[in-house]
Structures are given as structure tokens and as C-alpha cells.
Nanobody, 124 residues
Framework: QLQLEETGGGSVQAGGSLRLSCAASGRDFSSRAMGWFRQPPGKEREFVAAISRTGRIRSYADSVKGRFIISRDNAKNTVYLQMNTLEREDTAAYYC?????????????????WGQGTQVTVSS
């Protein structure tokens, strides 16, 4: 099991940028695919982005494609989410998650390990 801790959330104006980080502790980070999900107020948790264990394969939700970039540094046991051109609709609690395998997944059920989340608020 991996322990995950997200940082980097905050308040930003529309059009701005934030970079989220997720530091992992435990075994086998480099062998596991990682994902970012978010939960807007009053809504279900939804997929944002995922990255394979090597970083070669990435997947994005349509709503963030072209604006968000997921990356990872296996030497630092950290995965990142660079969020650009933020919109009010991006306001949510953002969660980092780890799969048991190296292949990406796009559903919550594919990820057994989760962080506590970090809040992102975008104002107009």
C-alpha cells in the first residue's frame, strides 16, 4: 500500500495556473500507474488524468485536455498535475490515487490507494 499526500492547492483567478504535487511513501511507486481525480461541490468524484508507471502513456478527461498536464518523477516518488487556463468549473477537491498495476485506469474503482485531497478554488 502507498501513502499519498497532495499539496499545491489554493485559490486562483480564472485563467491562472496551479501545480499540484502528490508525494508517495511506501513500496513500488515506480511500478504503479497514478491518477488524479476531482470532486466538485455536491458532485461525484470524477477522473481527471492518469499516467502509466513509466510515464509514456497518459490519459486525460475531455474537460481538461489541452489545459492540464500529468507527469511523474519516479526518483522522487512524486506525481504532478500542472493546471493551466483554469476555469471556475475546475473548482473541486483534487485527489491523487495509485493503481496496483503499471497500466492506467480511468475509473475510481481501478485505484485502491488514495490521498486526502487538496482544494482548488477558481474565481472569476
Amino acid at each position: 500500500q502507498l501513502q499519498l499526500e497532495e499539496t499545491g492547492g489554493g485559490s486562483v483567478q480564472a485563467g491562472g495556473s496551479l501545480r499540484l504535487s502528490c508525494a508517495a511513501s511506501g513500496r513500488d511507486f515506480s511500478s504503479r500507474a497514478m491518477g488524479w481525480f476531482r470532486q466538485p461541490p455536491g458532485k461525484e468524484r470524477e477522473f481527471v488524468a492518469a499516467i502509466s508507471r513509466t510515464g509514456r502513456i497518459r490519459s486525460y478527461a475531455d474537460s481538461v485536455k489541452g489545459r492540464f498536464i500529468i507527469s511523474r518523477d519516479n526518483a522522487k516518488n512524486t506525481v504532478y498535475l500542472q493546471m493551466n487556463t483554469l476555469e471556475r468549473e475546475d473548482t473541486a477537491a483534487y485527489y491523487c490515487a495509485a493503481r496496483s498495476s503499471g497500466e492506467i485506469g480511468v475509473t475510481k474503482d481501478a485505484y485502491p490507494d488514495w490521498g486526502q485531497g487538496t482544494q482548488v478554488t477558481v474565481s472569476s
